[in-house]
């Protein structure tokens, strides 16, 4: 019988050793740890060479919320000495070495980038009793390009959230920050020449938010003091209509490629550092073949050093570097002239919160382990197409947090494995090793850096599962089979054990991607078993779901008195747990109409009943048809089941 222990109330991250301080995210490609420990306990002096600024400003911080007292250019025989210089360190440029002995810290990096991350990874230290682990750290970077989209053309932020998601890509070593803020709902950057581009009665979503000049420039400052790029997208032709709203033409005809070249002239005189512009180009049908060239040549002469396009698009240059996101997971090959970012499968708002950790940690990045000349990296990219209620329900949908810290683990390593993965894999494969050590750092992090923010992420693993099936429904999501009698009868044909809090069985793309079951049948019905123990009886809180929806798709909500259209459900020892009390059961999905409970990261815990001891859990997993009734409701067959308190 397949048991799994439950341990509620225990913090993790909660207790303190030295080797604590090895948790880092992302781990340092070449690590060293030391027996013996700096004492800082009296406070440390800094000194620098070559060209180090505004980073001396980022280790005065530091050592402030550690408790330790800094000091410039102060020498003392009784004080250890931090020193910074630029110097060749193997790896290019991003490259550094961290040195902590019991004398002082020495940070080298091969340019001031990588110095900001030699520092970013002492700041993931532990101080015990003014105390920290000595160590040689050298490391660098699989992918130059390692990047976070944010979308706020459909669902505005404010630029102090903003900030805190650039802080966040800075302490985890993400260095391109790419600004999606021109979409049919709204054109969200003011624009001198165009006042009314930005006018409350040219958008439909967000009205009469955007982003002022001081705003922008506000952001592009802050990512350069964080060595992180600021990637503006102005995407064309396409998802353009709140611009043919307020010029009252289409950006490709002849007066709307007048009024574009208009807005990207003002843009690149009120903005001249940036070097790059995101010029679009997706999800369009091109009705004027020389748009796209001529635009991008009017870009260029404007200055830009790169143009970047999404691929696949419009007809863009040789030029342009190719934005890969949609199709299977091809390889990027060493060969030609083109250029790629991968961001295939790397769209969170398709994924569920807890499935995404899985997918990101294992996702191989062009199909290849670290950048060539034709690959450089890869873009995490975070659409809210539907509509937010308030703008922190994006991060509880969408996981963004989690995804950020596996992201920048998997980007800044490299590797991955060549097939996209959902589930958690087979215990007995070194890839289950390595997910099971970044999974108990990523929680370490949880505790001690997002307390106060939302991270929606618990352990999965360790909860196992027997998986029971095939019964044949025939069509009949409700049928009862007798397994339901006696689920736990030790003879029972037992299909495969699997691991996780969520688990999917087939996923909607089932033809890129492996769900649990090899050869899933339409009209089936499946059962997943485990035991749980419970050191005490009472109430605990659990996340439980089925039907996890796309947060761009317009798909319906929940019917009453059911936790999806398949007839899932859970059973908790006899007792069947009732679905939620839907805010807005049965309501047909509209992109415009905000997800309020549908998911179990953004909804009120599910309590449930333990006895004392083992516990019983079965779920029940009917299935129709594998189309389901549109393309905006696909049938992505999965359960989450785990405690969170």
Request: charged share 25%; aromatic share 12%; with cysteine.
């Amino acid at each position: 019988m397949l048991r799994v222990l439950l341990l509620i109330g225990i913090l993790i991250g909660g207790g303190f050793s030295l080797s604590a301080q090895q948790d880092l995210i992302p781990m340092p490609v070449h690590t060293k740890w030391e027996q013996d420990c700096l004492d800082l306990s009296k406070g440390i002096s800094i000194s620098k060479e070559g060209e180090v600024g505004p980073e001396v400003q980022f280790l005065e911080d530091m050592f402030s919320r550690w408790g330790i007292p800094i000091y410039r250019g102060r020498k003392s025989k009784d004080l250890p000495v931090l020193s910074l210089s630029i110097a060749k360190v193997a790896g290019g440029e991003e490259a550094y070495r961290l040195m902590v002995t019991k004398y002082g810290i020495r940070i080298e990096g091969s340019s001031t980038s990588g110095l900001f991350y030699g520092m970013q990874t002492l700041r993931q230290f532990l101080v015990n009793q003014g105390k920290i682990q000595c160590v040689t750290i050298e490391d660098c970077p699989a992918f130059s390009w390692r990047a976070f989209l944010v979308d706020i053309g459909r669902n505005y932020q404010s630029v102090e959230m903003l900030k805190e998601q650039i802080d966040v890509m800075a302490q985890y070593k993400l260095n391109v920050l790419h600004f999606h803020f021109t979409e049919d709902i709204a054109w969200r950057l003011i624009s001198k020449r165009y006042p009314g581009l930005t006018a409350a009665s040219n958008m439909t979503r967000w009205s009469g938010k955007y982003y002022t000049e001081e705003d922008f420039r506000t952001l592009i400052n802050y990512c350069k003091e964080r060595h992180i790029m600021f990637l503006p997208e102005i995407d064309m032709p396409g998802h353009s209509s709140a611009f043919k709203r307020f010029f009252g033409v289409d950006m490709q005809s002849d007066s709307g490629v007048v009024y574009i070249k208009s807005l990207l002239q003002e843009f690149k005189a009120t903005y001249p550092e940036l070097a790059f512009l995101h010029i679009g180009g997706d999800e369009v049908k091109i009705t004027n073949k020389d748009f796209m060239p001529e635009i991008t040549r009017y870009v260029q002469t404007l200055g830009y050093k790169t143009t970047v396009g999404w691929d696949p698009g419009s007809n863009l240059s040789t030029s342009t570097w190719r934005q890969l996101w949609m199709g299977g997971a091809s390889v990027v090959n060493e060969e030609g002239d083109l250029i790629f970012i991968d961001s295939k499968h790397l769209y969170i708002n398709h994924m569920d919160p807890l499935e995404t950790v899985t997918t990101l940690f294992h996702r191989k990045i062009g199909g290849q382990a670290q950048e060539h000349k034709n690959l450089k990296g890869a873009t995490l990219c975070a659409w809210p197409d539907r509509a937010v209620a308030k703008p922190m329900d994006m991060f509880y949908q969408n996981a963004i947090y989690p995804s950020i810290l596996t992201f920048g683990e998997r980007i800044w390593r490299g590797g991955g494995v060549a097939h996209w993965v959902c589930n958690m894999m087979s215990e007995d494969t070194i890839e289950y090793q390595k997910f099971e050590d970044f999974e108990r750092r990523l929680l370490v992090h949880k505790d001690r850096y997002f307390k106060n923010k939302p991270f929606p992420y618990v352990k999965q693993s360790g909860l196992k599962w027997d998986l029971i099936g095939p019964f044949d429904n025939n069509g009949d999501l409700s049928q009862i089979f007798d397994l339901e009698k006696e689920p736990f009868n030790d003879n029972m044909a037992i299909y495969k054990r699997v691991e996780g809090a969520t688990v999917i069985l087939r996923h909607w793309w089932a033809d890129v991607i492996q769900g649990a079951i090899d050869d899933p049948r339409e009209n089936t019905t499946w059962y997943a078993r485990t035991e749980i123990w419970s050191e005490q009886a009472g109430i605990r809180s659990f996340w439980i779901g089925f039907n996890d929806l796309s947060r761009s798709y317009a798909s319906d909500s929940p019917k009453l008195n059911t936790w999806d259209d398949r007839c899932s459900g859970v059973r908790i020892n006899a007792t069947w747990i009732s679905p939620p009390k839907w805010k807005q059961a049965g309501m047909k999905g509209d992109l415009e109409k905000p997800l309020l409970d549908e998911g179990y990261t953004y909804r009120s815990p599910t309590s449930v009943f333990l006895q004392k001891g083992w516990n019983e859990v079965l779920v029940k997993l009917p299935v129709g048809s594998f189309k389901g009734t549109g393309w905006q409701t696909p049938v992505k067959w999965m359960f989450t089941f785990v405690a969170i308190d």
